[in-house]
């Protein structure tokens, strides 16, 4: 019982720290690309390229905890799995991108970090999707000399 609490106060934290990082990220450039500007493709790879580190970043913070959590005895990966930071970061991809390969899986407490890995993975991914949208017809109405 002690894991699973464990498990979720820290998936919690990490969810937290995620949405707050893509929260400021996404602000940041919306902000910044609210002034005019004479083309849209510049704007749109800063964009894109801000909002994809910004996913890695995630992904490697979820990495990161992975890691701790084996150290501290609050679970571990197993499977196709050789305890390096490559295993927790491929583990932490798959799981954030709700791809699930299943090659490595989690035990303990890891499997409750992992659920809400996925959940706030798909969140995040779709509220990317959305921003580039709203980005792209922002951007695209000001190229034309429209407003929004």
Not at 26 to 52: N, Q, Y
Request: proline share 3%; glycine share 8%.
């Amino acid at each position: 019982m002690g894991q699973i609490v464990a498990g979720i106060a820290i998936s919690f934290g990490l969810v937290a720290a995620s949405l707050y990082l893509h929260f400021r990220v996404l602000r940041a450039m919306s902000l910044h690309f609210s002034k005019p500007k004479p083309t849209i493709k510049r704007p749109m790879m800063m964009v894109m390229t801000a909002i994809f580190l910004t996913h890695v970043a995630e992904i490697a913070l979820f990495a990161v905890a992975y890691s701790i959590m084996g150290f501290a005895g609050l679970g571990q990966l197993s499977g196709a799995y050789h305890s390096t930071p490559v295993d927790y970061f491929y583990f932490s991809i798959a799981t954030y991108s709700t791809l699930g390969i299943g090659d490595i899986f989690p035990d303990g407490a890891m499997r409750m970090v992992a659920g809400i890995e996925a959940l706030a993975g798909l969140l995040l991914i779709a509220w990317s999707a959305s921003f580039t949208y709203l980005m792209m017809e922002r951007l695209w109405a000001k190229e034309n000399g429209e407003e929004t």
